[in-house]
């Protein structure tokens, strides 16, 4: 990966950590906030309920005070305390939360009282007595608003152990403008709650009273034990006397979800967290794949630019639209300037855009394309033409739809010039095959010759010798003979004169092509051959022309052969050194004499082999004689007669340090005589 492609990657995983820390965020405080609104909405509600508990106890107490004052309006006219007696136990069964009725003078003297029939001696253990100042205390308050007063609660220890609070209620009684007495009511707190509180509102929540500093007096109700506590706190207003009421909700939801909304809430939030997962790992996939597709492109990225072959994707309407570097480098043409290019393109030759065009519109109409592809000539900007080889297939998408053509285009110069080269190797071969001839020819014609030849040759010792004896012989004979072996002479110098012209005839048979040819032309013509063999026998082949030769007149076929065969004796001459020392062949031309100005110019092949003893030189010329396994013996004889028919001469002269240098001279052509 590169270090870009990593840097992205990690911002794009801060992004991610972010998002999902974000969410993260989002729902915990949903879920808190919808909890706290559960939470408000039930406080809220049991708030209500203790309100309305006061309320209720509130109107029963008041109930009461009218109870009881109807229960002294009866006796107003005077004390009949069996009647009041009947009355008070009725009051008492009706009203369970009072504990005891009293009757009692201005001096808080009981005139009589009645104790509720659901429980026994309520007082007995305690002793009314003692909460006497209690009662005072009430009572002087009552006396003052002339009205109900309470007392604050005490505690009333019971036989069975247990106790209870209480707190008294004084009523005072008047007749006719002055206190005739008072009415006091023991109500048991616990009772109270029980009775006076709407049942309704116990479902499920504890009531109790207590005291400002949280000290409890009376409890009723109470559920199962519950996470999660709530409670209300009313204060009982009561003159004389002022209460707590608790009321105290036990939600009985066992675990985290209090109640459906937020469970609906934790529930989406869960989905939308795996969502978020499911998300992220798509993408992390995605991006995968994503990554997987770049290399893969960069791979036939890289694979495109580094071809060789031209690539070239046309439409189906012919525009091009993609090209690979090769096939630009190949046509000289930035991309830019082919790419949307339609027909005709900028690369075709303007003298063949017509025949292109329509060999175009036949081959895109048909789609059987030559599987060997076609050949076709293209156009640099600089106007050179050159040979390609076009191979071209149809381009199929992914769908399997046609959607144009695709071609690879090879520039096939370099194969046409080496071609055309071993055509010229071939034209050279038959010559060297018909210069082998010549020599052969030769050898037959020294052979033909030397019978004529011996013949004329003793004829003619004959012919001295007769006349060296003529004073002996008799003149007839002499002349005779003589005759005879003068006629003889003649006759064998025809037969040898005939045997060199049938030889002459076949050598002039051949056309003598001379033309100006530039020097530098006639090395770079044998230079593929030379190279050739020069990297078979690891030679190196060094060129040194110097601008001052001008054009030859020659037999350009017959000069190349001279140089290559002088080219191979030199290399061949180098075989044997020593691997590691460094084997140059120079091929030098320069004019002839020092000055520039000569009429002829010096070809030279140098080599640094071992040279050439005296013995051999001293054969090197003559036809057949060679030093080598294979060798002809003829190349050297016929290169001197080549150059000796230009007028030129050839000869050698060692190389220092070591080899030979051959050289050979050629008449400048007269059109560049200087
Ligand atoms: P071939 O090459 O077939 O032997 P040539 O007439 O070209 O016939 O050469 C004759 C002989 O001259 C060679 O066999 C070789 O011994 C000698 N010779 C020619 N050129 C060189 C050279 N550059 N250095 C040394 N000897 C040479």
Same mark, same amino acid.
Not at 218 to 247: E, I, K, M, W, Y
Not at 493 to 498: L, M, V
């Given at each position: 990966?590169?270090?870009?492609?990593?840097?992205?990657?990690?911002?794009?995983?801060?992004?991610?950590?972010?998002?999902?820390?974000?969410?993260?965020?989002?729902?915990?405080?949903?879920?808190?906030? $919808?909890?706290?609104?559960?939470?408000?909405?039930?406080?809220?509600?049991?708030?209500?309920?203790?309100?309305?508990?006061?309320?209720?106890?509130?109107?029963?107490?008041?109930?009461?005070?009218?109870?009881?004052?109807?229960?002294?309006?009866?006796?107003?006219?005077?004390?009949?305390?069996?009647?009041?007696?009947?009355?008070?136990?009725?009051?008492?069964?009706?009203? %369970?939360?009072?504990?005891?009725?009293?009757?009692?003078?201005?001096?808080?003297?009981?005139?009589?009282?009645?104790?509720?029939?659901?429980?026994?001696?309520?007082?007995?253990?305690?002793?009314?007595?003692?909460?006497?100042?209690?009662?005072?205390?009430?009572?002087?308050?009552?006396?003052?608003?002339?009205?109900?007063?309470?007392?604050?609660?005490?505690?009333?220890?019971?036989?069975?152990?247990?106790?209870?609070?209480?707190?008294?209620?004084?009523?005072?009684?008047?007749?006719?403008?002055?206190?005739?007495?008072?009415?006091?009511?023991?109500?048991?707190?616990?009772?109270?709650?029980?009775?006076?509180?709407?049942?309704?509102?116990?479902?499920?929540?504890?009531?109790?009273?207590?005291?400002?500093?949280?000290?409890?007096?009376?409890? $009723?109700?109470?559920?199962? %034990?519950?996470?999660?506590?709530?409670?209300?706190?009313?204060?009982?207003?009561?003159?004389?006397?002022?209460? $707590?009421?608790?009321?105290?909700?036990?939600?009985?939801?066992?675990?985290?979800?209090?109640? $459906?909304?937020?469970?609906?809430?934790?529930?989406?939030?869960?989905?939308?967290?795996?969502?978020?997962?499911?998300?992220?790992?798509?993408?992390?996939?995605?991006?995968?794949?994503?990554?997987?597709?770049?290399?893969?492109?960069?791979?036939?990225?890289?694979?495109?630019?580094?071809?060789?072959?031209?690539?070239?994707?046309?439409?189906?309407?012919?525009?091009?639209?993609?090209?690979?570097?090769?096939?630009?480098?190949?046509?000289?043409?930035?991309?830019?300037?082919?790419?949307?290019?339609?027909?005709?393109?900028?690369?075709?030759?303007?003298?063949?855009?017509?025949?292109?065009?329509?060999?175009?519109?036949?081959?895109?109409?048909?789609?059987?394309?030559? %599987?060997?592809?076609?050949?076709?000539?293209?156009?640099?900007?600089?106007?050179?033409?050159?040979?390609?080889?076009?191979?071209?297939?149809?381009?199929?998408?992914?769908?399997?739809?046609?959607?144009?053509?695709?071609?690879?285009?090879?520039?096939?110069?370099?194969?046409?010039?080496?071609?055309?080269?071993?055509?010229?190797?071939?034209?050279?071969?038959?010559?060297?095959?018909?210069?082998?001839?010549?020599?052969?020819?030769?050898?037959?014609?020294?052979?033909?010759?030397?019978?004529?030849?011996?013949?004329?040759?003793?004829?003619?010792?004959?012919?001295? /010798?007769?006349?060296?004896?003529?004073?002996?012989?008799?003149?007839?004979?002499?002349?005779?003979?003589?005759?005879?072996?003068?006629?003889?002479?003649?006759?064998?110098?025809?037969?040898?004169?005939?045997?060199?012209?049938?030889?002459?005839?076949?050598?002039?048979?051949?056309?003598?092509?001379?033309?100006?040819?530039?020097?530098?032309?006639?090395?770079?013509?044998?230079?593929?051959?030379?190279?050739?063999?020069?990297?078979?026998?690891?030679?190196?082949?060094?060129?040194?022309?110097?601008?001052?030769?001008?054009?030859?007149?020659?037999?350009?076929?017959?000069?190349?052969?001279?140089?290559?065969?002088?080219?191979?004796?030199?290399?061949?001459?180098?075989?044997?050194?020593?691997?590691?020392?460094?084997?140059?062949?120079?091929?030098?031309?320069?004019?002839?004499?020092? /000055?520039?100005?000569?009429?002829?110019?010096?070809?030279?092949?140098?080599?640094?082999?071992?040279?050439?003893?005296?013995?051999?030189?001293?054969?090197?010329?003559?036809?057949?004689?060679?030093?080598?396994?294979?060798?002809?013996?003829?190349?050297?004889?016929?290169?001197?007669?080549?150059?000796?028919?230009?007028?030129?001469?050839?000869?050698?002269?060692?190389?220092?340090?070591?080899?030979?240098?051959?050289?050979?001279?050629?008449?400048?052509?007269?059109?560049?005589?200087?």
């Amino acid at each position: 990966m590169t270090p870009r492609l990593e840097a992205l990657s990690v911002k794009r995983s801060v992004l991610w950590g972010w998002l999902v820390a974000l969410v993260l965020v989002l729902l915990l405080t949903l879920v808190w906030l $919808v909890g706290r609104y559960e939470n408000s909405e039930i406080e809220t509600r049991l708030e209500r309920d203790a309100a309305e508990a006061v309320l209720d106890i509130k109107d029963g107490l008041n109930r009461n005070v009218q109870s009881l004052q109807a229960l002294h309006s009866i006796h107003a006219k005077g004390p009949d305390i069996n009647g009041w007696q009947t009355l008070a136990e009725a009051l008492l069964r009706e009203r %369970r939360e009072i504990m005891r009725v009293e009757w009692r003078n201005d001096t808080l003297d009981i005139q009589s009282f009645s104790g509720t029939p659901y429980r026994q001696g309520v007082f007995e253990r305690f002793g009314r007595s003692n909460s006497l100042s209690d009662v005072s205390t009430a009572c002087a308050a009552a006396l003052r608003i002339s009205s109900a007063s309470y007392s604050s609660s005490y505690f009333l220890p019971q036989s069975d152990g247990m106790g209870m609070e209480v707190i008294d209620m004084c009523l005072p009684i008047m007749a006719g403008g002055q206190l005739a007495g008072y009415l006091l009511a023991t109500y048991g707190l616990q009772s109270m709650l029980s009775e006076l509180v709407s049942k309704q509102l116990m479902r499920g929540q504890s009531l109790a009273f207590t005291e400002a500093d949280g000290t409890r007096l009376a409890l $009723v109700g109470g559920g199962a %034990r519950g996470s999660q506590n709530f409670v209300a706190r009313q204060l009982l207003d009561l003159p004389g006397t002022t209460l $707590v009421l608790r009321l105290e909700s036990r939600l009985g939801m066992p675990g985290l979800f209090p109640n $459906v909304l937020t469970a609906l809430l934790t529930a989406v939030s869960l989905a939308l967290m795996v969502v978020l997962f499911l998300l992220a790992r798509d993408t992390r996939r995605r991006l995968r794949a994503e990554h997987d597709l770049g290399e893969a492109l960069a791979f036939r990225k890289a694979m495109e630019d580094s071809l060789i072959t031209g690539l070239r994707a046309r439409d189906l309407s012919g525009r091009i639209t993609y090209v690979n570097p090769a096939f630009c480098a190949m046509v000289g043409l930035a991309p830019q300037q082919l790419l949307d290019q339609s027909l005709p393109s900028p690369y075709w030759p303007p003298e063949l855009s017509d025949a292109y065009q329509q060999r175009q519109a036949i081959r895109l109409a048909g789609s059987n394309l030559p %599987r060997e592809g076609h050949e076709s000539v293209f156009m640099r900007p600089d106007g050179t033409r050159f040979p390609v080889l076009i191979i071209e297939a149809p381009l199929i998408n992914a769908a399997g739809k046609h959607t144009g053509w695709m071609s690879a285009i090879l520039d096939v110069s370099e194969q046409r010039r080496v071609e055309e080269l071993s055509r010229a190797s071939q034209d050279r071969l038959q010559a060297t095959a018909r210069l082998a001839m010549v020599g052969e020819m030769a050898s037959l014609l020294s052979h033909e010759l030397n019978q004529p030849l011996a013949a004329i040759s003793s004829y003619a010792t004959g012919s001295l /010798n007769l006349l060296h004896d003529a004073a002996t012989v008799p003149p007839t004979a002499l002349s005779s003979d003589l005759q005879l072996a003068v006629s003889r002479i003649a006759e064998q110098a025809e037969r040898a004169g005939k045997v060199i012209k049938s030889v002459h005839d076949f050598v002039r048979r051949r056309d003598q092509t001379r033309e100006a040819v530039e020097p530098r032309d006639l090395i770079n013509a044998v230079m593929p051959l030379v190279s050739l063999q020069a990297r078979k026998l690891s030679v190196t082949v060094v060129t040194e022309i110097d601008a001052a030769a001008h054009a030859v007149l020659c037999d350009r076929t017959m000069v190349e052969q001279v140089l290559l065969n002088l080219s191979r004796n030199g290399m061949q001459a180098m075989q044997d050194l020593d691997p590691s020392t460094t084997r140059v062949l120079t091929l030098r031309v320069r004019p002839a004499a020092s /000055n520039a100005r000569s009429r002829w110019v010096e070809f030279a092949v140098i080599d640094q082999g071992a040279g050439i003893s005296p013995d051999v030189q001293a054969q090197l010329f003559t036809p057949f004689f060679t030093t080598k396994v294979e060798g002809m013996g003829l190349g050297l004889s016929l290169c001197r007669t080549v150059i000796e028919q230009h007028g030129g001469f050839l000869g050698f002269e060692p190389a220092l340090p070591t080899g030979t240098i051959f050289s050979f001279t050629l008449p400048v052509d007269n059109a560049h005589q200087p």
